[in-house]
Nanobody, 121 residues
Framework: VQLQASGGGLVQAGDSLRLSCAASEHTLRTFAVAWFRQAPGKEREFVGRLTLSAGLTSYADSVKGRFTISGNNAKNLVFLQMDSLRPEDTAVYYC???????????????WGQGTQVTVSS
């Protein structure tokens, strides 16, 4: 079952965007939902994670203090609030789930098509 990321777009440096990750109730009966991103010519990288039971978050150093992950359990949604966007944040953003306490993308499943975020300078 795939998670569906949405909310991307074209913005200017310094702007904000909020991405949404939608999943079925069954899909979110998992340990964590994480956001990853992949820029052209680069490997996919971890952005941040939300553990669903404890509500704990962790972030990559490159986005710490600018991005915030939150969840709405009632609506089976996980959000990625991105503030103070930079051109280097340009990438396709994906959300995925894992039953394991890990940041390794290989242990995440449910990858959807992702949503494009483009930040102009």
């Amino acid at each position: 079952v795939q998670l569906q990321a949405s909310g991307g777009g074209l913005v200017q440096a310094g702007d904000s965007l909020r991405l949404s990750c939608a999943a079925s109730e069954h899909t979110l009966r998992t340990f964590a939902v994480a956001w990853f991103r992949q820029a052209p010519g680069k490997e996919r990288e971890f952005v941040g994670r939300l553990t669903l039971s404890a509500g704990l978050t962790s972030y990559a150093d490159s986005v710490k203090g600018r991005f915030t992950i939150s969840g709405n359990n009632a609506k089976n949604l996980v959000f990625l609030q991105m503030d103070s966007l930079r051109p280097e944040d340009t990438a396709v953003y994906y959300c995925a789930r894992s039953d394991f306490n890990t940041l390794r993308s290989s242990l995440y499943t449910g990858w959807g098509q992702g949503t494009q975020v483009t930040v102009s300078s």
